[in-house]
């Protein structure tokens, strides 16, 4: 497809959501650069028309770019990488760190970021110490953040989908470490953002029920049930919406939690029977007894 169709499609985009090129590229390339792109006078390489469609909301569903065998295949060592921490399997992470690592020597800071990413999941699976997880993820986020403090909303800035993983892991990190105060004014930061600038995709349709499931979660440790029951339902909704079933029952779970403790008792019983038969039916029988104990021991609520 020609170059000029895809600054075209760059352009209209963002016009039509009122973005400057320096906001949509901050980070990712100059508005230079973008104006070049915009103009057909460049091509983009993958990762980068990748990083400014998600600024602006989108997935690259469109264009399917790659100016040379090395990028292709360092876009699919990543993609690996992206698979391997959602299932868990760091042995093979070790691997593709590994792979990029030899991959990106030669390229731009911006093409590392997930690397740093990656490398910060495998700390956090291998016990490192906090402070040096938290460095790794400064120096992820710092690649197209560089004003990010890892404590301070940057609300004016548009997001990609690996800075918004990368800032929601800075606030699991301070969950941990019992700072839930900071984990909730970023985790609200992404909450947020995803639901005003960002359109339905695959990718939020992931993440979105995630960063709910974290806000119910942190809110249930400062006793905010109120909160909790409206967040869990809004991810329930948004779960039965687009179909993610994964993250369903865990928020089905908080909500009957909130509801218990919020003297509901009747209207708890009905969800947590719901998550328990989710999680049956997902053959995760381990949640499904232990989320079973809980409600015997906490609420003396039996199935």
Sequence with gaps: ?????????????????????????????????????????????????????????????VFNIFVSKEEMELYECVQEMVRNIADGN????????????????????LERQYLYFAKAELMWNKG???????????????????????????????????????INAIARKYARENNIEEALKLEYWLKDYMEEQMMDSKQKTAKYPVILYNLSNWLARVQRYIEINDIAEEGVEFCIKYGNLVILPRLLFNKACALAELGQKGEAVKYF??????????????????????CKNNYGIEF
Aim: aromatic share 8%; hydrophobic share 35%.
């Design 128 to 166: 490192a110490e906090p402070d040096q997880i938290m460095e790794m993820l400064m120096k992820a986020i710092h690649v197209t953040l560089p004003q990010f403090d890892g404590v301070t909303p940057m609300k004016e800035n548009l997001l990609t989908f690996d800075e918004i993983m990368i």
């Design 273 to 294: 029977r719901q998550s328990v038969v989710l999680f049956e039916t997902m053959k995760q029988n381990e949640r499904a007894c232990r989320a079973a104990d809980y």
């Design 1 to 61: 497809m020609a170059t000029y169709v895809i600054g075209d499609y760059i352009r209209e985009i963002r016009l039509r959501k009122g973005y400057t090129q320096e906001d949509v590229s901050f980070g990712i390339c100059t508005s230079a650069t973008l104006s070049r792109i915009e103009n057909g006078a460049q091509t983009p390489g993958r990762y980068i028309l990748d990083k400014l469609m998600e600024r602006l909301g989108m997935e690259n569903s």
């Design 90 to 109: 760091f042995e093979e992470l070790v691997k593709q760190i590994q792979k990029v690592e030899g991959l990106t020597k030669k390229t731009s800071h």
